[in-house]
């Protein structure tokens, strides 16, 4: 039997699941949330669910993946299999690896944009036009069908490049070094900020406490939406990259690294983006894709040093992006290599291939394509990777599995707290998307 890849470091694999946690979420959603939902009064259901994700579907996953070591299909098929249920378990674990797939194809979409913004900065592109309206109409432009095909494919094609290198010397490598420049830069943003006059009232309006706010079930709605979407819990990216670690990983320790980071990245670009807009009377109420490419360049574009801050942004957001894209192609790759006996580089080429035609056909419909998968797959996906390990594989199973690797064993109420709290939770993330028409 072939020797599986696997990280070469701790902080490799920790990097690489901040990484593919990481991602536009972060930032051009979580800054949004925070100003339309009460600052610190969304922070604080925000940082409960967080603390309730990371130990329970964060440890599950990376758990069931090194406890498999193998993709969902294999995984779930392993776990089914204890109940004489082998197939019916292969079939269900196909739902997460073709969530991720379709997930993937989606942000080669949005990557595509990001590059060409990146570059943009360099030559001037990205700053040419005049006011918001032209911001827009270059935006629109961009992202109408058949707008950004060239971009599109040399982002999708840096990805696959770097996946081809494999585990370690390809993800690891990669995440080694875009995470901690992703976190620098961001750094040196929050700094360039703060020293603007009026940032002092975005720090007031992120940290406030809103009685009617924390009232509102709203708030918690939302908070509990980014959480869960935040942390990449959806039975594919986590578990495939838990599938390459070695039995001395403490993996209880990993997951609640990655979630500090993750949290921190977000309040890192809250701490950018807010006081920013703040400095210009701006209130920020448009999250997605219109404040990252349309308000924040008209934004940045008036600033002191404006083209030096934009280039620091969209690097930054470029990294972020990448990381993502390399977690969310990993699991179908890792799946073609299982399933067709391929060797790492013609399973990157043919799910590459399949991603460059798919996401260019998709480009004008992108932002439905994802809403679908972030408002039904991912929950799906992850409540099924609950039900599998927590429920299918039982107590005794799942308790060794995470107290692999520890001095200690891991905490008693982890196991009841997983199976009757943190599985429903994923079935009412999936209903109340459906409900709000996503979270």
Do not use: H
Not at 97 to 120: C, E, P, Q, R
Not at 393 to 414: H, L, S
């Amino acid at each position: 039997m072939k020797k599986r890849e696997s990280f070469s470091s701790r902080w490799g694999f920790i990097l690489s699941c901040i990484g593919s946690a990481v991602g536009m979420g972060n930032i051009w959603m979580f800054s949004t949330r925070v100003s339309l939902y009460g600052g610190g009064s969304f922070l604080i259901p925000y940082f409960i669910f967080v603390v309730l994700i990371a130990c329970t579907g964060v440890i599950g996953e990376m758990s069931f993946g090194r406890a498999t070591r193998s993709g969902p299909i294999d995984a779930f098929g392993q776990a089914a299999a204890m109940r004489n249920k082998k197939n019916v378990g292969r079939a269900l674990g196909l739902i997460p690896v073709l969530g991720s797939l379709a997930m993937a194809i989606g942000y080669t979409v949005v990557m595509g944009w990001i590059l060409k913004y990146a570059v943009g900065t360099f030559t001037g592109a990205t700053l040419a036009p005049t006011d918001v309206e032209g911001f827009g109409a270059a935006f629109g432009g961009m992202a109408s069908a058949f707008g950004n095909n060239a971009w599109q494919i040399t982002a999708l094609v840096l990805c696959v490049l770097i996946m081809m290198f494999g585990i370690g010397k390809g993800i690891e490598k990669a995440n080694k070094v875009m995470m901690p420049v992703f976190f620098c830069l961001f750094v040196i943003l929050a700094v360039y900020v703060a020293l603007q006059p009026g940032a002092a009232d975005g720090y007031r309006y992120i940290f406030r406490i809103d009685p009617a706010a924390l009232c509102n079930p709203k708030t918690w709605i939302f908070a509990l939406g980014q959480a869960f979407f935040s942390l990449s819990v959806a039975g594919n990216g986590t578990l495939i990259y838990g599938s390459y670690l070695p039995d001395k990983e403490n993996i209880p320790a990993s997951a609640f690294r990655v979630a500090f980071f993750d949290t921190l990245a977000a309040i890192l670009a809250a701490l950018v983006i807010i006081p920013a807009m703040a400095t210009t009377g701006a209130q920020l109420d448009q999250g997605g894709p219109g404040l990252l490419f349309i308000f924040l360049p008209n934004l940045i574009k008036g600033m002191p040093g404006g083209r030096i801050i934009a280039i620091i942004f969209f690097v930054a957001v470029l990294f972020a992006g990448m990381t993502s894209l390399l977690n969310l192609y990993e699991a179908p790759i890792a799946t073609v290599q299982e399933k067709f006996n391929l060797s790492r580089v013609p399973a990157c080429a043919v799910v590459g291939g399949f991603g460059v035609v798919v996401s260019i056909l998709i480009q004008g419909i992108v932002s439905g394509w994802m809403d679908i998968l972030s408002i039904y797959i991912c929950p799906l996906g992850a409540g099924l990777a609950g039900i599998m390990f927590f429920w299918v594989c039982g107590k005794d199973y799942v308790e060794k599995q995470v107290n692999t690797g520890r001095e200690t064993p891991f905490a008693g109420w982890f196991y009841p707290l997983c199976k009757y709290l943190y599985v429903p939770v994923c079935f009412i993330v999936l209903i109340l998307g459906i409900v709000f028409g996503g979270i």
